[in-house]
C-alpha cells in the first residue's frame, strides 16, 4: 500500500511564505510524477505543480512565479515552497503521486493540509 503524507500547512498573512512537504512510501512503488493540487470551498481541485521524470515541472497560472516545486529523489519526497501568498491561495493543498506498482498504473492522494492565508 502506497501513503503520501503531507505536512506544513497552517495560517499566514498575506505577503508571507509557506514550505509544504510530501513523502510517498511503499514498498514497489515507482513514482513518474509527483504534484500539488488545492481545492477552495466551493471550488473545483485545480492543479498548483507538479514535477515529473527528469524534474521537468509544470505550474497552475495563479502561481506561476511565486510558488516553486522540487524534489528530493532519495527520500522520495516533494516540497512546495510558497512566496507571497494571497488570501485567494486559502485552500486545502493535497498532495498526489502517479506511477507503476508492479505492472499496474496507479495514483494516489493524500488526505491533503490546510493552508490559510490572512488579509
Known amino acids: 500500500q502506497v501513503q503520501l503524507v503531507e505536512s506544513g500547512g497552517g495560517l499566514v498573512e498575506a505577503g508571507g511564505s509557506l514550505r509544504l512537504s510530501c513523502v510517498a512510501s511503499g514498498n514497489g512503488f515507482i513514482v513518474a510524477k509527483m504534484g500539488w493540487y488545492r481545492q477552495a470551498p466551493g471550488s473545483q481541485r485545480e492543479l498548483v505543480a507538479d514535477?515529473?521524470?527528469?524534474?521537468?515541472?509544470n505550474y497552475g497560472d495563479a502561481v506561476k512565479g511565486r510558488f516553486t516545486i522540487s524534489r528530493d529523489h532519495a527520500k522520495n519526497t516533494i516540497y512546495l515552497q510558497m512566496n507571497s501568498l494571497k488570501p485567494e491561495d486559502t485552500a486545502v493543498y493535497y498532495c498526489s503521486a502517479v506511477g507503476a506498482l508492479g505492472w499496474e498504473e496507479v495514483s494516489y492522494w493524500g488526505k491533503g493540509t490546510q493552508v490559510t492565508v490572512s488579509s
Open positions: 514535477i515529473r521524470h527528469g524534474d521537468a515541472t
